[in-house]
C-alpha cells in the first residue's frame, strides 16, 4: 500500500519562511504534488515535482528527493492568508491502478 | 473557464437512506475523481471515471457507487447511509492524461454531509 507522513500542524510567524515536510511509501511512483486547502474551500494545486531536485512558483517552492521518498514545501514571506491546510500527494500506478493518494495535511497557523 | 461544481453543497441525512450527489466538471475535462475528507482520515479516493467507465476504484464498501455521463458530469450514490459516512465529498475533474503524473485535479467546493 501507500502512505504519506506529514506534520500535523506547524505555526509561523509572519514574513518568515516555513517548511512542510512529507515523507512517502508506495509503489509505482510517479511524482509528487501538493495542495492547500482552507477552511471550508476546496482543495487547490500548488506545485508537481517529477524530477529531484528545486521547482519554484513565486513564494512557493518544493522539493523532491526520490531517492529518499521525501519531499518538501517551502513557504517564503508568509502571509496571514498562507494560513491553511497542505497536502502533499502522491501518483500511484500498478495493478491497473493510477490515482492520486494524499497525506492527511498539515495545518499551518500564520501568526502576527 | 468554469470551474467545477458540486450539487448540493449540504445535506443533511438520517441512517438507512440514500443519498446522490452530482459534479459537473471543467469544460474539456473526461475525468472525474470523488474524495471522502473527514477530519481523522484526511482525503480519501473513492473512485475514478474517464469517459464514462469507472477506471479506478479506492477501497470503500459496495454501498458507494458512481456514474459518469456522455456530458463527463457524474453522480455518486451512497445507499444505506451510515453515521460514519457522515463527511465532505470532493470531486476532482481533470483532463485524464495518464501519459504522464502530471494530470492536476481541479477540485469542486464539495458537498457536505451529515448523517443523523
Known amino acids: 500500500g501507500q502512505s504519506l507522513e506529514q506534520p500535523s500542524e506547524v505555526t509561523a510567524v509572519e514574513g518568515a519562511i516555513v517548511q512542510i515536510n512529507c515523507t512517502y511509501q508506495?509503489?509505482?511512483?510517479?511524482?509528487l504534488s501538493w495542495y492547500q486547502q482552507h477552511d471550508g474551500g476546496a482543495p487547490t494545486f500548488l506545485s508537481y515535482n517529477a524530477l529531484d531536485g528545486l521547482e519554484e512558483t513565486g513564494r512557493f517552492s518544493s522539493f523532491l528527493s526520490r531517492s529518499d521518498s521525501y519531499g518538501y514545501l517551502l513557504l517564503q514571506e508568509l502571509q496571514m492568508k498562507d494560513s491553511a491546510s497542505y497536502f502533499c500527494a502522491v501518483r500511484v500506478t500498478g495493478a491497473g491502478s493510477y490515482q492520486l493518494t494524499f497525506g492527511k495535511g498539515t495545518k499551518l497557523s500564520v501568526i502576527p | 473557464k468554469a470551474g467545477v461544481t458540486q450539487t448540493p453543497r449540504y445535506l443533511i441525512k438520517t441512517r438507512g437512506q440514500q443519498v446522490t450527489l452530482s459534479c459537473s466538471p471543467i469544460s474539456g475535462h473526461r475525468s472525474v475523481s470523488w474524495y471522502q475528507q473527514t477530519p481523522g482520515q484526511g482525503l480519501q479516493f473513492l473512485f475514478e471515471?474517464?469517459?464514462?467507465?469507472?477506471?479506478n476504484k479506492g477501497n470503500f464498501p459496495g454501498r458507494f457507487s458512481g456514474r459518469q455521463f456522455s456530458n463527463s458530469r457524474s453522480e455518486m450514490n451512497v445507499s444505506t447511509l451510515e453515521l460514519g459516512d457522515s463527511a465532505l465529498y470532493l470531486c476532482a475533474s481533470s483532463l485524464g492524461d495518464r501519459t504522464s503524473g502530471a494530470d492536476t485535479q481541479y477540485f469542486g467546493p464539495g458537498t457536505r454531509l451529515t448523517v443523523l
Open positions: 471515471y474517464f469517459s464514462e467507465t469507472q477506471r
Open positions: 508506495t509503489s509505482g511512483f510517479y511524482g
